[in-house]
């Protein structure tokens, strides 16, 4: 029987010679991006901070880093600002576009570089880190943010007179 994990994520197969780099295990940079169509482009970009900073890049890490903090200041400071002035009636309009935009803005001036990076750099054949972690802590933020979201629509429906239901 052998010792190996089944489960583990794929391990490249490394040569040492005089002239190869040895890679850090990195997320796939393509994935990250991927992921961040679902988990906005926060998510994608923290994960390729932290491939910048595997690699060795402090200035690229703190790019991304940045995109992470404005990404996350317009995803949370937006709808709380909506949702406390009702008569913006372009809310969710509002919001969709600044989240595409955000998507859109990352991907072409910062996401996408990374895949070509590592690719001209290492090839497709380089150690890369597993998705369990930080799937399932962007799902439980997801869920947090969805609570919170219920919570502050409710306050701001009392502090607005409540809601008031027609019957006809």
Request: net charge positive.
């Amino acid at each position: 029987m052998s010792s190996e994990n089944l489960y583990a994520p794929p391990k490249a197969k490394l040569v040492e010679t005089a002239d190869a780099e040895v890679s850090p295990a990195l997320w796939n940079p393509n994935s990250a991006a991927n992921w961040s169509l679902l988990f906005s482009p926060a998510f994608g970009a923290y994960l390729q901070m932290k491939n910048w900073e595997a690699l060795g890049e402090p200035a690229k890490a703190a790019t991304s880093r940045i995109w992470v903090v404005v990404t996350l200041a317009v995803l949370v400071g937006l709808p709380s600002v909506l949702m406390f002035l009702p008569q913006v009636n372009a809310g969710g309009g509002v919001q969709r576009i600044a989240g595409f935009g955000l998507l859109l803005g990352w991907y072409f001036s910062n996401g996408r570089y990374q895949a070509s990076y590592v690719k001209e750099r290492f090839g497709s054949d380089y150690p890369r880190k597993g998705w369990g972690k930080p799937l399932l802590f962007a799902v439980l933020v997801f869920v947090a943010a969805i609570l919170v979201i219920g919570v502050s629509a409710v306050v701001a429906a009392k502090l607005h007179g409540g809601i008031t239901v027609r019957r006809s």
